[in-house]
């Protein structure tokens, strides 16, 4: 009996004495050392063993025995990746070669439940142990990786206000990391998109940038429009001297601002 699973020890065979009358008297050795009377053998590899029979006065007859392990199947699989970064759709098929049927095959992805599916989805990103078991209870396993894309980092070139509490901000998104970004849409509500990556007429404050690829997949990142502080003017008085008189003059004075010479 041929062993069931590759790499087992289930295998087993009895001689069988032809061609005398009784053969109780013979005693059977694997490998010619330790004799027995019983003529079977169990608990065996798959290999050829040197199979020794003694009869009753000591002469001893020498055969060999073949014990096969079935071919073990190469698994190969046809794996569909993660849409989107951090994305649960990802899929694979188990492709069961070197076999002539695969029905008999169940699956599994932990190696506690099986399936009689082949097809795993709703996956995310990752290295998956992939089992599969036979009708004979043999299991045997390969890895395959599902994987997902990069997510572009987003950067911002922008344009200030101006003047305080002006609305004359822009900013152009820039998309690093990706080999094209001309597939992209981006908008600062999350509703309306647009393909030109610059926006104009914007006041100060923090914005929330989307920015969404041909296959729509949303990424999010901020950017910080400033404005000018206003300064703050003072004055210097010299007051009229004389009731009627005209020689008051006065300084204006710029504070909180580096440079008031324009």
């Known amino acids: ?27 059977y050795s694997i490998g010619g050392d330790i004799f027995q009377p019983d003529s079977s053998f169990v608990g065996l590899e798959a290999g050829v063993y040197d199979v020794y029979v003694q009869n009753s006065i000591g002469c001893e007859f020498l055969t060999q025995m073949e ?27 188990v492709i069961i070669e070197t076999v002539s049927n695969a029905e008999d095959y169940l699956y599994s992805i932990d190696g506690d439940i099986f399936q009689s599916d082949s097809s ?16 004979g209870g043999c299991e045997f396993s390969n890895l395959t990786a599902v994987e997902e894309p990069d997510a572009p980092e987003i950067d911002f070139e922008v344009d200030n206000v101006t003047c305080p509490d002006g609305g004359d901000a822009s900013f ?21 998109f647009q393909e030109d990556s610059t926006f104009f007429n914007l006041s100060a404050g923090i914005h929330d940038v989307t920015v969404r690829n041909a296959q729509s997949c949303y990424f999010y990142s901020i950017v910080e429009i400033t404005e000018p502080d206003a300064p703050t003017i003072d004055f210097n008085i010299d ?6 008189g005209n020689d008051a003059s006065f300084i204006v004075i710029i504070e909180t601002v580096s440079n008031s010479e324009n």
């Open 67 to 93: 014990v096969e392990e079935p071919v073990e199947p190469t698994l190969s699989f046809e794996t569909t990746d993660v849409t989107c970064p951090d994305g649960e759709d990802g899929s694979f098929i």
């Open 239 to 244: 007051h009229v001297t004389c009731s009627g």
């Open 1 to 27: 009996v041929d062993v069931t699973c590759p790499d087992g020890e289930d295998g087993s065979f009895i001689v069988i004495i032809e061609t005398v009358s009784n053969s109780e008297d013979y005693l």
């Open 172 to 192: 152009i998104v820039i998309i690093e990391t990706v080999s094209n970004s001309e597939n992209f849409e981006f908008s600062i509500n999350g509703n309306e």
């Open 120 to 135: 795993f989805i709703g996956l995310e990103a990752g290295v998956y142990e992939v089992f599969v078991q036979n009708t």
